[in-house]
């Protein structure tokens, strides 16, 4: 009996093995037929275009929300929905790759971002400066940069607010990132490792778990964790901190997960471009505007958001920086709900117009999706 039940068993699962292959073939078949598809965008758009005139951010986003809403299980949105971004990634790449600049180095979390907005199948493009970052973008040599805007636990960027006071360059699309930190080196154990070498700002968001588990090793600040991830790949007993593609860029072991002492921690970044977008159904518009009497306190700030009220469009973000322009002088970055060429939106941003005497739409585009 014990005999038959194991022969019933292992012919159970043959034929659960047998399902899975034929769904393989069909799903590699079903792939296949859409990137056929994909490449008739390219020869409609003709031999000249090049990789983003066949990329469309707001037709990618409304295919990833239908993903989202026609999920019902048992995998969860967020693998599938990256499982979408690489086959989309993977059929637009046939035409050319789109080249993403991003602020680097390699093994960055803003590389990270790259693949999780734009999947696998681009080429990223790892610049020094966030500065380097727009130049490459306004000159054409990227098609879009990715640059960080804010984090949950250490406030916005100020370095790319400030880059939109002059560069051209539109709000592309925006990408929120969870910041999972691990501890990774050569070592094989933690026994092993007598200094951490990361930046200064991933050794304090694992600072706890760090004294609970390595109170004794020496930490060391450096210039990224790519530059601590480097250092672990060449010295014996140097262990990193940072996301799993520096462990993949630097051949390195991730030794701990997610050891980072706040799990709630993540940071938003922005994608940049030439082009403001069509509106995909679920948008968001970012502003630079300014009076001409900056010094005026909360009358200002009246001035510039009772158009906002009087539509009834909601404000989810407002940050002042000085404008460059003299002392004491400020504008104001506003994140609204919406697109700027639809409904309300455009009513509220018609009087803002009239009333402002610095009026910019720095992008309107999908909202961060998963």
Known sequence: MAGEDDKTGDLDLEEIRERINA???????LINDRARIAQQVGIAKGKLASAVDYYRPE??????????????????????????????????AQQEPLKIGFL?????????????HFGHSV????????????QEVECGAADFGVVPIENSTEGSVNNTLDMFLTSPLKISGEIELKIEQHLMGSEKGLENIERICAHEQSLAQCRGWIRENLPHIELIGMSSNAAGARRARDEDGTAAIGPEVA??????????????????????????GRNLLAASGADKTTLLVSTSDTAGGAGVLHSLLQPLAKHGVSMTRIESRPSRRRKWDYV???????????????????????????????????????
């Open 23 to 29: 769904i393989d073939e069909r799903l590699q078949g």
């Open 59 to 92: 037709r990618e986003a409304e295919v990833l929300r239908k993903v989202m809403d026609r999920n019902d299980g048992p995998m969860r949105d967020e693998e599938m929905l990256r499982l979408f971004r690489e086959i989309m990634s993977a059929c637009l």
């Open 104 to 116: 680097g180095p390699e093994g960055t979390f803003t590389q990270t971002a790259v693949f999780k």
């Open 123 to 134: 080429r990223a493009l790892p610049f020094h400066t966030i500065d380097e970052v727009f």
């Open 247 to 272: 462990a993949d860029v630097y051949e390195l072991e991730i030794l701990v997960n997610n050891i980072e002492d706040r799990p709630d921690n993540a940071t938003r970044f922005l994608v940049i």
């Open 332 to 370: 104001f970055f506003i994140d609204i709900e919406g697109h700027a060429e639809q409904g309300p939106v455009a009513d509220a941003l018609a009087d803002l117009e009239h009333s402002a005497s610095l009026f910019k739409v720095l992008g309107a585009y999908p909202k961060a999706i998963g």
